[in-house]
């Protein structure tokens, strides 16, 4: 009899699910590899197939990586052991940011191709109108200013971190020179200690005099009158 698994699934489920994994994975490895090097030879590749544009030949890539993250996340939910999901899902990771490397390039290497291709259109016909070419045209000009306003925001930044150096800078300094007087005061201290030690004594040693002095007139006023 077929045991039954948390969350309803059997072990026949969870194998059927590591089998539905496995086989997605080898699509995407498949797929990404073929796609690898695409970027490098677009405009080839563009003339040899049905479909002008490849970035809509990448879409197929998106959808089995996105069958294999549901096929992921049923593996978690079964009783599959931790390291097999961990192992699934760390490799899940790796075809996504590798696709995102590749799908980047392709777009850009794409809308090079479109450029030249709408900038030849209007030299033979400056009166044509390349609706693309107007799109890629205007994508670049905002990239070219998110390009130099993210350039102020690091010159503005620089100007700050400079400022913060110069502050840091002046109060190293003020705290070296704190450093320096406070090394400075003890010997001070001892001396204006010392001062008034031998004020004190020579204090002591005046009243003692004068009380001496008092004494002597005394006895000698009393020793007079007798």
Request: proline fraction near 1%.
């Amino acid at each position: 009899r077929t045991a039954t698994i948390q969350l309803g699934f059997t072990m026949d489920d969870v194998y059927a699910i590591r089998k539905e994994v496995t086989q997605l994975e080898r699509d995407v490895e498949s797929k990404l590899s073929m796609y690898s090097n695409i970027a490098d030879h677009v405009e080839e590749w563009s003339k040899n197939t049905d479909d002008l544009n490849p970035l809509r030949s990448l879409n197929e890539v998106d959808v089995i990586i996105s069958k294999l993250t549901e096929a992921n996340r049923r593996l978690g939910m079964s009783s599959a052991s931790i390291s097999i999901v961990q192992h699934h899902r760390s490799r899940l990771e790796d075809y996504g940011k590798e696709f995102r490397r590749i799908k980047s390039n392709v777009t850009e290497a794409w809308e090079r191709v479109e450029l030249t291709r709408g900038g030849k259109a209007f030299q033979q016909n400056p009166d044509s109108r390349n609706i693309n070419m107007d799109h890629l045209i205007r994508e670049r000009g905002n990239i070219n200013s998110s390009i130099s306003m993210a350039n102020e925001l690091f010159a503005q930044a620089s100007a700050t971190n400079d400022q913060l150096n110069g502050q840091t800078r002046m109060l190293a300094g003020a705290y070296a020179k704190s450093k320096a007087l406070e090394t400075q005061f003890p010997g001070v201290t001892n001396l204006i200690g010392k001062i008034k030690s031998k004020r004190n004594r020579n204090t002591v040693v005046l009243a003692s005099t004068i009380a001496v002095c008092m004494c002597f007139i005394i006895w000698w006023w009393l020793h007079m009158r007798r």
